[in-house]
């Protein structure tokens, strides 16, 4: 490795290796570009790679983070494209001054990850869980029988205090069981409340991994329901993004429908040629 990524390892022990190595080679290159992109990102936006820092030189990330030096070379790109590094000719590759407050819609990540990456901090306004009859809708999203009981979340998601999403999970009632048996919504109610996270609860209390989602990305305006929950004026414009997230069986786990406030997030999507 370079002498001055050594160097700065030494004389900023905090900042030791906060790259995660990339694993699996079950991607094509365009989504390990992705990966390592969102990998940076994340770094950027929690401050584990503050403002101006150098990055270390392509070769060097290539190793750490197990990749090809082309990879790095497209991801970098990415970020670039994106304002969230500046690269100086002859001299290397710089955090932005100012880096943006994106989320990437081609990663699958959870409200409270992206309230995080935005500089803010997530928190909940209302929260109620239900059991109720899966809608003919619903029914059909999650491969189910019309009126098989679903578990509902329905959540006011926080930054900094400001309402800036309604979230609304559903997932199937056969599903929150462990082997003791069905898990009480108290407890799911109570395990969420303190992580602020259905992914998880699904991952670490039902062993459920979710492999990729489909999303439908909707512009709408807020009616009277979503405009009380939201605080913001009937009509506002809000993003409605409805995903279906997919287990490694690829069946259907859950459903959620986000409505953003529109002047809240920025989002944005990789697009290869």
Known sequence: MSYNWIKDKVENPSRLQPFVPIVGDSYDSTTLAQRV?????????EGKLPPEYRLPNEPDL??????????????LTILEQGGFIQRRWGVGTFIAKDPPTYNNLSIN??????????GAEPGTAEFLITTRPASEHVANRLSLEPGA????????????????????????????RNQDGEIPLPEIEAFVRERQSMYDFMRERLFL??????????????????ADKLSIPRGSSILHIEQVDIGNDGEPLALTNEYYVADAFTFYIYRSS
């Open 109 to 118: 990540s959870g409200v409270t990850q992206l309230i995080r990456s935005s």
């Open 37 to 45: 992109a969102e990998q940076l990102r994340s770094l950027i936006m």
């Open 149 to 176: 009981p679903v578990v509902t979340l329905e959540r006011v998601r926080l930054a900094n205090d400001r309402r800036v999403v309604f979230s609304l999970d559903t997932l199937s009632q056969s599903l929150c």
């Open 62 to 75: 290539s190793a750490l983070l197990n990749v090809s030096r082309s990879t790095v070379r497209s991801a």
């Open 209 to 226: 991994d979710i492999h990729h989602g489909i999303a439908w990305i909707h512009p709408t305006s807020a009616e009277a329901y979503l």
